[in-house]
């Protein structure tokens, strides 16, 4: 099996006060990760609020850095692959993605430019993109203003998959988007033989669809496995129990 991301024991600390020389070690937002997450594979993370999910994606897009530990991406210490070429290849879409003022047609096209490709393959692709979306002529010629949080959502990530990256890290990707257009996107993901997901969603009938698990607990990784080998109720019931223990504190 050929593996993307390896994680070994990799742990990470922010400082709450950047100007605050006390709190030097900081404050520990992921503990002793470890995994691997094989080539072309849908991998969901999950995990109560605050549980160290969205650090774990910027992790992978180095918008973090390790405190400690190693990650390995495409058998590469990726400390030593240059950023740009890593954030050229693994892309990730936030929670709050805007189009910086571009309307959706030159949002879309804007990553192919800046790649140096033809314009007539960058036609092509973006039509496939929006073909394989659904994603309806009239929303082209709009600014994010003229859309709604959901349309914007999918315009987003459409626009990281003409790129066609090696790996998609999505954070919670379908939060504002409707059934029908989730199925979409889900299927579309299947479809994609080159491309890892890895997902950042509460929803767990989202994580059912992948191939693997990724469990997170206050900055611990509980359990890493196979959707199809997961019991879904305990799952819950133990993402239920943290979310109501961190309410406690
Ligand atoms: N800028 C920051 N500085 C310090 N700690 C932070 C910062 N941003 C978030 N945290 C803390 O880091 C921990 C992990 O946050 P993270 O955003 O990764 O959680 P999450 O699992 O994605 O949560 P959610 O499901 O609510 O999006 C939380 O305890 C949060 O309070």
Redesign the pocket.
């Known amino acids: 099996m050929h593996t993307i991301f390896r994680l070994e024991q990799v742990s990470l600390n922010?400082?709450?006060n950047v100007n605050s020389k006390e709190s030097l070690a900081g404050?520990s937002?992921?503990k002793d990760i470890s995994f691997e997450v094989p080539t072309g594979a849908r991998v969901a993370?999950v995990?109560?609020?605050?549980?160290?999910?969205?650090?774990?994606?910027?992790l992978l897009n180095r918008l973090s850095t390790p405190t400690s530990g190693k990650i390995y991406f495409d058998n590469q210490d990726y400390s030593q692959v240059p950023v740009q070429k890593l954030r050229s290849e693994v892309v990730l879409v936030p929670?709050e993605s805007r189009l910086l003022g571009m309307t959706v047609k030159d949002a879309l096209s804007y990553p192919l430019v800046l790649r140096g490709l033809p314009k007539t393959e960058i036609t092509q692709r973006v039509s496939q993109w929006v073909e394989l979306l659904q994603i309806p002529d009239d929303w082209l010629g709009r600014t994010e203003v003229q859309l709604s949080v959901g349309q914007r959502q999918l315009v987003c990530i459409a626009r990281a998959l003409v790129i066609q990256p090696k790996v998609l890290l999505l954070?919670?990707p379908t939060s504002n988007l409707d059934v029908g257009t989730t199925q979409r996107l889900l299927q579309t993901f299947k479809k994609l033989v080159d491309t890892t997901v890895l997902i950042?969603n509460?929803q767990l009938d989202i994580a059912s669809s992948c191939d693997n698990v990724i469990h997170?607990s206050?900055?611990r990784l509980i359990s890493n496995q196979r959707a199809c080998d997961i019991n879904w109720e305990l799952l819950k019931a133990s993402i239920i129990q943290a979310e109501a223990e961190d309410d406690f504190i």
């Open positions: 922010v400082r709450l404050y937002i992921l993370i995990g109560a609020t605050g549980a160290g999910k969205t650090f774990l994606l910027r929670q954070d919670e950042v509460h997170l206050q900055g």
